[in-house]
């Protein structure tokens, strides 16, 4: 499967933006996804995940109750809502699939991966 992320951005701190990451070769449906971020100098880190599995979700601590996965089965897609951002939110947003009908929530637990966007929230 390939994956495309895209909806990244610049905005202010407070505002909002919308992920989506767009699946081509074989439905999203089949696979659980995972968005990971990646900030200047840091590591991957998880962010928010679906399952396979009835569609479970799970989310950094930090981003509870600000940020919501969602599945889109007729676009194919995966979105990653993400309201009140804060300054720390910057860093480049990697979708990323596997193949296993539990929550992923590391980095090499993930088969495949989208080409990342650019997220960037000023203070």
């Known amino acids: 499967v390939q994956l495309q992320a895209s909806g990244g951005g610049s905005v202010q701190a407070g505002g909002s933006l919308r992920l989506s990451c767009a699946a081509s070769?074989?439905?999203?449906?089949?696979?659980?996804v995972t968005w990971f971020r990646q900030a200047p100098g840091k590591e991957r880190e998880f962010a928010a995940g679906i399952s396979l599995s009835y569609d479970r979700t799970r989310y950094a601590e930090s981003l509870k109750g600000r940020f919501t996965i969602s599945r889109d089965h007729v676009k194919n897609t995966v979105n990653l809502q993400m309201n009140t951002l804060r300054p720390d939110d910057t860093a480049v947003y990697y979708c990323a699939a596997s193949n296993t009908r539990t929550l992923v929530t590391t980095v090499d637990e993930a088969d495949y991966w989208g080409q990342g966007t650019q997220v960037t929230v000023s203070s």
């Open positions: 070769g074989r439905a999203f449906n089949a696979y659980s």
